[in-house]
Structure formats: structure tokens, C-alpha cells
């Protein structure tokens, strides 16, 4: 099983940022898709996630409204788009994946439990300038 992220790299605040994460070795459409971060000497933090569908989406509420997650499940990648940028998102992203029942339906305290997540890619660093 792989999870390969890819996209990352330095931008100023203000700038927008497309990362990917393209999946093998597990059949893509069973699992619900997180990324996680972690910035420098910090915990890592949910950021958000899609369901097996890509119907519905859950955000911590430090990035709604300004990152977007996404899903081609023909293409076994997910994505995440970040925009407006602020130097307190610099931090490396991870995509992790969790096998799922429900196409559409999980709740956010499923989402956020970081633990229950089956498989995790190595990351890919988002640097964000002042």
C-alpha cells in the first residue's frame, strides 16, 4: 500500500497551493481520506476529510473556509487546495486513509480520530512566508 503526497513547497502568505495524493495498493473508493498535518514541534493536527463518495467533507474549523478537499476516485488520488495561506499553516501534510461502511455518512468525531486511520503517506512540507 502506498500513499504518495506530492505538491508541497514554499509560497508567501496570501498564495494559494494544490496538494495530491495518489493512492495504491488498496481499492481507493472503500476509504474515507484525511489529511493530517504537523508544523514544527507541534502535534499533528486534523485538517479535514472526504467521504468515500466525496459527497460530504469535514474541516477543522482553523482552515474551513479556506481549503478545499477533494477526491477522483477513478484516478485513486485526493486533494487538497489551500488557499489564502498563512504562515501558521507551514507545516508537513500528510493524506491518510480509513477503511469505511458508508459511501457518504461519517461523523466528525470519526474524522478526527486520528488513530483509526489504516494507512498514512510520508508527507509533503508546506512552507508559508511572512
Known amino acids: 500500500v502506498q500513499l504518495q503526497a506530492s505538491g508541497g513547497g514554499l509560497v508567501q502568505a496570501g498564495d494559494s497551493l494544490r496538494v495530491s495524493c495518489a493512492v495504491s495498493?488498496?481499492?481507493?473508493?472503500?476509504?474515507?481520506m484525511a489529511w493530517i498535518r504537523q508544523a514544527p514541534g507541534k502535534e499533528r493536527e486534523f485538517v479535514g476529510a472526504i467521504s468515500r463518495s466525496g459527497a460530504n467533507t469535514y474541516w477543522d474549523d482553523s482552515v474551513k473556509g479556506r481549503f478545499t478537499i477533494s477526491r477522483d476516485n477513478a484516478k485513486n488520488t485526493v486533494y487538497l487546495q489551500m488557499n489564502d495561506l498563512k504562515p501558521e499553516d507551514t507545516a508537513v501534510y500528510y493524506c491518510?486513509?480509513?477503511?469505511?461502511?458508508?459511501?457518504?455518512?461519517?461523523?466528525?468525531?470519526?474524522?478526527?480520530?486520528?488513530?483509526?486511520?489504516?494507512?498514512w503517506g510520508q508527507g509533503t512540507l508546506v512552507t508559508v512566508s511572512s
Open positions: 495498493g488498496i481499492r481507493f473508493s472503500n476509504y474515507v
Open positions: 491518510a486513509a480509513r477503511v469505511f461502511a458508508s459511501l457518504n455518512y461519517f461523523s466528525m468525531s470519526e474524522a478526527r480520530s486520528m488513530e483509526r486511520y489504516n494507512y
